[in-house]
């Protein structure tokens, strides 16, 4: 049996790398998927300009480093889907009450801060900064998770960010040209919430899964 942490350089089981490839997949196109879809809960109080996306783009890249920096100390102390997996369903909750609350949100934002530059960052933060924080901890987890069976790190973060990244496109191109015109806003945003209902689950029936074995222990 491998210690913990030791690099053991073997293939990782076929059920881990596709719970983290895919779950890597399906959040990167919530991500990117919501900040598409935030700039139509933005747009009818603080307008559609480039003010606007500099505001969503910016906090959403926020979101994500703060998101990897926290997941990049959780390698350091646990290594644990399951905590990922936790986090996950806090955010799909944060999505749910999007379209409950969102409308009162932004006029609120509006009437404090204004339509300017402030208030645009301000409503971009409220609608994506707690909910794409939490989801930007899953890549620094599973990696750590998945180095556990090999020497070359840096291939396997390769990897997974990548694999995040094709999500991002696919969030992106789905969320415009599908699923907007289809199907609308709220719709879709209860849909992503149910997504990542559905990763929560797998990153914590993932763990389950492999308690037990000091090879493929991680936490």
Known sequence: MAEPNTLVDSRPPSLLVGAVYGNAFAIGAVIMGFEMLGSRYIYPYFGAGIGMWAALISMVLLALAIGYFVGGSLTTRHRSLRIVGMLVAVAAAYLSLVPLFADSAMLWILDRFKAGA?????????LTLIPLSLLGTLSPVGVAALSTFSKNSGATAGWLYGVSTVGNIAGVLLTTFVFVPTIGSRAITYGF?????ASAGTLAATEWLFRGSEATKLN
Request: glycine share 14%.
């Open 118 to 126: 402030v208030g645009q960052l301000a409503a971009a933060a409220g």
């Open 193 to 197: 919430a149910c997504t990542l209902i």
